[in-house]
């Protein structure tokens, strides 16, 4: 007629120790949710400094490009030149680096003019 206490004690510890489980796999389960959204939140954040990066390069370049082509009345020096054909190839992007070759490659004076509004167009539509 009297419970066994040590039943009762073992019924007691099941009990406790399944909360323990339970609440144990809850925590698990929240904690790979919120992992799941950092790491989405970071995959987020890594691909906005890159376009950061581009956009500080192509600014980088178009305000070089201004200063030394567009605002010269001189010929430009080699040096600058290679800072410019470096400052293109370092945005590493086929399209502007192919407009940037046409662009050179240019002899008349109306084939220079289209060809550096199709350069910085298509620098500004990048930033965009």
Known sequence: MFPN?????????????????????FGVIALGIQ???LLNQQKALEKELKNQ????????????????????DQEISFEERLKLENGVRDLDDSEILSLWETFTQATTADEVQTYCKNLLEALVKKIL
Request: hydrophobic share 55%; glycine share 0%; proline share 0%.
């Open 5 to 25: 206490f040590q039943e009762i004690f073992l019924r007691r510890k099941k009990i406790i120790l399944t909360l323990v489980i339970v609440f144990l796999l």
């Open 35 to 37: 992992c799941y959204f």
């Open 53 to 72: 990066e581009t956009n500080e390069k192509i600014v980088s370049f178009l305000d070089l490009f201004i200063e030394k082509v567009l605002q010269s």
